[in-house]
């Protein structure tokens, strides 16, 4: 077995969507699945054979049982889970079909993760033994709690001498708590190492701005080497 042990952080939801291209009104019933980015990373490492563990704080009931037995089921390390107040976020998925696009809707307000502080997770334990810690920009747009505790999670990561990735995966509608989204980002990656992202991502998370417009649909590839140089953290 490697010795390479990755180490994702960030909030996992319960999903709920209509069967097959139903609408939401249309089913009585719904499939329920689990999806987060963070997650779905942890997932795909543990299936390319790398040890693999998900942190994450949840409530102590069955519903998040059910998440911890679905990660388990992909050889995803749950034990350093953490149980707390609050309660599983949601998300219905309503998919889209010809020209109807997919609906999304929320339900995350007071989930575990949006409620969990810096001091909440055991770092020390949470990151023994890794040698790559993930997260993305999701769980810092939740709340200003659940962004305190995403930087005190790459800060800690970056002392322990772990190599530290980033999504920066941009949702505008999440950044409703007070600090913009530029302002939390352009912390938290001066303890990354690896970020991934778009040209869109870039503005909209990091605020740089190197002539790329992201919503012509054209691009410019000139621009790109620019984008990369525009802004030191």
């Given at each position: 077995m490697s010795s390479k042990l990755v180490v994702t952080f960030g909030e996992i939801m319960l999903r709920l969507a209509p069967p097959g291209f139903e609408r939401f009104l249309q089913s009585p019933g719904f499939v329920a699945t689990w999806g987060?980015?963070?997650?779905?990373?942890?997932?795909?490492?543990?299936?390319?054979?790398?040890?693999?563990?998900?942190?994450?704080?949840?409530?102590?009931?069955?519903?998040?049982?059910?998440?911890?037995?679905?990660?388990?089921?992909?050889?995803?390390?749950?034990?350093?889970?953490?149980?707390?107040?609050?309660?599983?976020?949601?998300?219905?998925?309503?998919?889209?079909?010809?020209?109807?696009?997919?609906?999304?809707?929320?339900?995350?307000?007071?989930?575990?993760?949006?409620?969990?502080?810096?001091?909440?997770?055991?770092?020390?334990?949470?990151?023994?033994?890794?040698?790559?810690?993930?997260?993305?920009?999701?769980?810092?747009?939740?709340?200003?709690?659940?962004?305190?505790?995403a930087i005190e999670s790459v800060k800690a990561a970056r002392a322990k001498g772990i190599t530290v990735s980033c999504d920066l995966n941009y949702r505008k509608n999440l950044w409703k708590w007070g600090k913009t989204a530029s302002e939390v980002m352009s912390e938290l990656v001066k303890y990354v190492d690896v970020v991934i992202a778009n040209e869109e991502d870039c503005q909209a998370a990091l605020g740089i701005e190197a002539g790329v417009d992201v919503h012509s649909g054209h691009l410019d590839h000139d621009a790109y080497p620019a984008s990369m140089t525009a802004r030191t953290f």
């Open positions: 987060g980015g963070e997650a779905n990373v942890a997932v795909s490492t543990a299936g390319f054979g790398l040890p693999s563990s998900y942190v994450t704080v949840v409530p102590s009931n069955p519903i998040a049982d059910s998440m911890i037995a679905e990660m388990r089921r992909f050889n995803v390390d749950t034990t350093r889970i953490v149980r707390g107040k609050g309660r599983m976020g949601i998300y219905f998925v309503e998919n889209g079909a010809n020209q109807r696009p997919s609906k999304v809707v929320y339900d995350r307000e007071y989930s575990s993760i949006a409620l969990a502080k810096p001091g909440d997770i055991d770092w020390d334990a949470a990151l023994a033994g890794a040698t790559w810690f993930h997260t993305t920009g999701i769980t810092p747009a939740i709340s200003e709690s659940a962004a305190a505790l």
